[in-house]
């Protein structure tokens, strides 16, 4: 992915009820965004991408690489920011980019692939859970920025 591409991934990103709320979709991206990808970009554990179909953006996600000394000392991938433009969903192309995400994941000797989706985006977790994914887990989240307010 390249700094330009930022505009489609923020764009797909707010494409859904959830994103509306959290996603910025401005004429000048936020410096906030550009720092991100600055950070993501030149960190060999982070990789960021975006999926196109004859040059059209279908979608996008983040993997992260994460050394850990569970699991005997095992590298997991965390997948994150999995968006599916709302054009092409239901059509096959998000279970391409899931198992484009895996083999990426073997790739780099990942033991473990993990990842958290909303637990109001019904559709995804059905999505997911049909890839072979388990609820094993439950999760937190605490947004700091209400902790310094």
Known sequence: MQKVDLGVVIGLLED??????RETKANVIPADYIRAFEQINSDANQ????????GEPIGCLQ????PGLSRLG??????EGVRFSRDFRGKGYGSEMIA???????????????????????NAIQFYEGLGFVRSHEGFKLTLASVLE
């Open 63 to 66: 993997i992260t690489f994460i």
């Open 16 to 21: 859904d009820e959830i994103g509306q709320c």
């Open 100 to 122: 484009w995400a895996i083999t990426k994941c073997l790739d780099r000797g990942c033991r473990v692939l993990q990842l958290t989706s909303d637990k109001t985006r019904e």
């Open 47 to 54: 990789y960021a991408v975006i999926f196109e179909i004859n």
């Open 74 to 79: 095992s590298l997991r991938g965390q997948i």
